[in-house]
């Protein structure tokens, strides 16, 4: 089908542009034109006056709707993942495991390689776990944690071939054998959940780690005589790391400092649960943010759009950087940025358009329109 998105400001990724249409055919934007210039023989939908972006890419999600993935990894979950996910203008998402027992694991992966093939946007697995340190485990179970050996890391990598796209591990539990071997079936290695030194994690980094997960959070601080594994990301060039911006987990200043250190290399992730009284994993809701049954914080409140918000309004990043940190950046860390993360010809349509108190007004997904208001 082929349609025009109009009377929007377009937020490219690469400019910020009023007074614009976006051409539509089937799954692919074909042009970013001034509206004055829009083709008067293509079905128009007309955004009135709302904010046109790239769709969100959320790279680490275990719920938000009403199914906990990781106590329920389902179809159902998975669909619930989706839809809620779809609703506030993320059309990306990576479903994430805990570390949790052998056979939820495996469920999964399972759950996740039936519905990649008819669940759009959904780019695999983020296994956050089960090679973590316990001194560093925050709200992971500590009786599911492990160390990589070779012949179960096989035995993994074997079972998830094409599923699982990123695993968060410890960069002092893990060896270079297994970080090699990780590496070399495609999944992006990344620290966390680590008590791992400056020197350390400078290693890991040299090693084959390509990411840091939730900055600041679960990890070795910077202390003005051990730099830990925080100062490790701060001092990378290359080392891409997410940020749960809720004023919760990271205090919104940490994050204008890290935005000022690493500027692309910080993205946005949601962490986002909800509610669960069963299973390994049980979280309450606490104001804007969920805590387990022993009161440790454990996943955010947030959508994407509100973590964008949240860097506008109380970080101070400006709106079309902000837009970056939840579209191009996150693409970029799974090799994607060839056609998500950009408003432009060529690029698939995945977009989102909000309203200037960051309402999701409609999703493009796959070319596809949903409006909302």
Partial sequence: MRYLLTNCTVYTGHAVLPDHAVLIDNEIITDVLPATEAPADVLR??????????????????????????????????????????????????????????????????????????????????????????????????????????????????????????????????????????????????????????????????????????????????????????????????????????????????????????GERLFLITDAVNESTHGAYQFRRQGDHFVDANGTLAGSALTLLSAVRNCVQHVGIALPEALRMATLYPARVLGLADHLGLVAPGYRADLCAFDHNYNAQATVLHGALHRWA
Wanted: charged content about 15%.
């Fill in 45 to 262: 939908h007309d955004l009135g006056g709302a904010n046109l972006c790239p769709g969100f890419v959320d790279l680490q999600l275990y719920g938000g709707g009403s199914i906990l993935f990781s106590v329920e990894p389902t179809a159902a979950a998975l669909a619930d993942l989706r839809a809620h996910t779809l609703r506030h203008g993320t059309t990306s998402f990576l479903p994430t495991m805990p570390t949790n027992a052998p056979e939820l694991m495996q469920a999964a992966i399972a759950a996740v390689r039936a519905a990649l093939p008819t669940t759009p946007g959904l780019l695999g697995l983020h296994l956050e776990g089960p090679y973590l340190n316990p001194v560093k485990k925050g709200a992971h179970r500590a009786e599911f944690i492990q160390k990589p050996e070779p012949g179960p890391l096989a035995a993994l990598l074997a079972a998830s071939a094409g599923v699982l796209r990123i695993m968060t591990l410890a960069p002092e539990m893990a060896p270079p054998e297994a970080v090699a071997q990780l590496r070399a079936a495609g999944v992006v290695c990344s620290a966390g959940h680590s008590d791992a030194t400056f020197a350390q994690g400078q290693a890991a980094f040299r090693g084959g780690f390509a990411a840091a997960t939730h900055l600041f959070n679960a990890m070795s601080g910077l202390l003005h005589r051990a730099p830990g594994l925080v100062g490790a990301i701060l001092d990378d060039e290359a080392v891409a790391a997410s940020v749960v911006a809720d004023g919760v987990h990271v205090d919104y200043a940490a994050v204008r400092i890290a935005h000022k250190i690493m």
